[in-house]
């Protein structure tokens, strides 16, 4: 690594200490223990012990009385949360201007798991040229940085993810009204299209909505089935293509009719277009890249709940780049949903080998000794199920956590506060 460069020697970001070389020794220890993180995102505090001073060697005085030397002095190392002086000192150190932006993206940087090297760093202004510079677009460059993907358009599409938090069930059954609203001002514009191609239109529209009605039975996550995300992003690429003809090719006139006509195509393609970028988002997000950043992420609807809602799956790939993959006996899945009873509720599911341990994470205080009794009361159904997949389930735990009964956490970083969790060690030479 080059001179300059924010490393992880001690290991990844997440949960795990940032070793800084300074030369020197900056004072008393602030903490003893740092953070660590299992997986799951179940943190525990690991003393640090420092490394024991190996006593030199017996010599001999010249009248033959033994002596001791003077033991060796280690240096000593010493751990502290790791400041915003910290990171200007090291933004000018790499060139880099240590202005209120920069120390704010390079914190995000670290927390996010990025290393803080010049050519990231450069990188990430490049790719922020151009837009409001906000948060969620911020975090959406690194995303895609880590991912290498560098394009304005997936930019702009992932950043209004991470701000509007689409729901890809809701965005369904909104899209089912337009069409439903787009069929009947196509009935009643015989005089305005030929009536082949009304026909035609009524038909297909008759048909793709029939499709969404089917999601809940038909869409999969992955594997072979009737319906998957990139099955649905075509088909709705397709209508609007054709939708987006029949706009331009329309009678424009002050009519009744053709001004209904004109509303219904432009409402419908401004939802179709809303779904479209939603799955090409989750497309993105899924996109294979370093190993903090290696997963799959799709938003399963559930049309028929009322209103409908979405499960969320996150499951994570081993190692990085494109020859990873999804390791049946070795990895972490994710789901997010919301109960009819217990609120918003996270399933993270840790599995290693045939075994398997399961966290439940719940949003509202209020829920806590009801989940916990419900899931030991289903915990055996659980158990049977994963069993007749041959895995076992060792064991859970149910806790009340607001910063993680979300999906975006498992994300981005899970890591809530910068000087929380990470820490400088400083080496005296």
């Known amino acids: 690594m080059a001179q300059g460069d924010i490393g992880t020697s001690a290991g990844d970001i997440r949960g795990k200490p940032i070793i800084w070389p300074t030369g020197k020794s900056s004072g008393q220890p602030v903490s003893s223990a740092p953070t660590t993180e299992t997986a799951g995102g179940v943190r525990t505090s690991a003393p ?112 209004q993810f991470f701000a509007e938090n689409p729901q890809l069930a809701s965005q369904m059954a909104a899209l089912q009204e337009g069409l439903a609203g787009l069929n009947s001002a196509f009935s009643s514009s015989s005089t305005l ?124 790939r081993e190692g990085q780049g494109k020859e990873s993959n999804i390791d049946n006996e070795n990895t972490q899945i994710v789901m997010s949903m919301d109960t009819t009873n217990l609120g918003k509720m996270v399933c993270s599911m840790i599995v290693k080998g045939k075994k398997v341990y399961v966290i439940f994470v719940f949003n509202e205080k209020e829920y806590g000794d009801d989940a916990r009794n419900l899931i030991a009361a289903e915990f055996a159904n659980l158990q049977k199920k994963l069993a007749d997949k041959d895995f076992v389930v060792t064991g859970y735990q149910v806790k009340i956590d607001p910063a993680m009964c979300a999906i975006r956490p498992y994300l981005i970083s899970m890591l809530p506060t910068l000087e929380a969790q990470l820490r400088k060690i400083d080496l005296e030479a």
């Open 48 to 159: 640090m012990s420092s490394a024991p001073t190996a006593p030199a060697a017996p010599t001999t005085a010249p009248t033959g009385t033994p002596a001791t030397a003077a033991p060796a002095r280690m240096a000593p190392s010493i751990a502290r949360p790791l400041t915003i002086e910290d990171i200007k000192a090291h933004l000018i150190k790499i060139n880099i201007p240590d202005t209120d932006f920069n120390v704010k993206l390079a914190s995000l940087m670290i927390k996010d798991g990025m290393e803080l090297s010049r050519a990231n760093f450069v990188k990430l202004l490049s790719m922020l040229e151009g837009t409001s510079k906000g948060f969620n677009v911020q975090e959406a460059a690194i995303m895609l940085a880590m991912k290498g993907i560098d394009d304005p358009k997936a930019l702009q599409i992932l950043s």
């Open 193 to 316: 299209l030929n009536s082949n191609l009304v026909a035609q239109l009524t038909a297909l529209l008759s048909q793709f909505d029939e499709t969404l009605r089917g999601l809940n039975e038909k869409y999969q996550f992955s594997g072979d089935s009737s319906i998957n995300s990139s099955d649905l992003m075509d088909a709705m690429r397709g209508l609007k293509a054709l939708l987006s003809g029949v706009q331009e090719k329309a009678v424009v006139s002050d009519s009744a009719e053709a001004q209904v006509l004109q509303a219904n195509l432009s409402s419908t393609l401004s939802k179709m277009n809303s779904a479209i970028d939603n799955l090409v988002a989750q497309g993105l997000l899924s996109q294979k890249g370093r190993e903090e950043v290696n997963f799959l992420y799709q938003q399963m609807p559930n049309t028929s709940a009322k209103p409908p809602q979405n499960v969320e799956i996150v499951v994570k």
